[in-house]
C-alpha cells in the first residue's frame, strides 16, 4: 500500500466506479459463455464473437464514437446518491464512519463482505485532507 498509494486503489471522488478495467469485461465473457465448461466449439464460436464486437468497439473508439449504451436512470441516480455523499465528507457535513455507513447500507448486498470492517472503523478527524482521509481508512 505503501508503494502504489491509496489514490491507485480508491474510487472516492471519481466517476469510474472501478478500480479494475478488466472486471466489466470478464463479466461480459461470463454472461456470454453461459457455462463455466462449455465445449470446444462453443468456446471458439463465442470467442470469435467477443473478438468481433471488441474490434468495433475499437474502430468506434478511434472514430470517437461512444461505444456504450446510455447509463440507466437507476444507475445515474445511484452515482448522484454517491456524489452528494462525497462532497458532504468533503465538506466536513458527515464522518468517514457516516460516509462509510451509509454507504454500506445503501449498497448492502453488494458490501456485505465489509460487514465486519464498517464497524471496526473509527471516526477520523474531519479537517485531514481527502487523501489523507483515504490513508487513514485503509490503514484501519
Known sequence: MGQVGPSRVSVFHTKKRTTND??????????????????????????????????????????????????????????????????????????????LKTITHQYKTQFAIFEGFIESVEDVDTENEVEDLVQDVSTE
Open 22 to 99: 478488466l472486471e466489466s469485461f470478464h463479466a461480459y465473457l461470463k454472461i456470454k459463455f453461459k457455462s463455466y465448461n462449455p465445449n470446444y466449439w462453443d468456446f471458439i464460436k463465442t470467442l470469435n464473437e467477443v473478438i468481433q464486437t471488441t474490434e468495433k468497439d475499437m474502430e468506434r473508439i478511434d472514430n470517437h464514437v461512444p461505444i456504450r449504451h446510455k447509463k440507466r436512470p437507476v444507475t445515474i441516480q445511484k452515482e448522484k446518491y454517491i456524489d452528494a455523499l462525497q462532497q458532504q465528507l468533503i465538506n466536513g457535513d458527515i464522518t468517514p464512519n457516516t460516509y
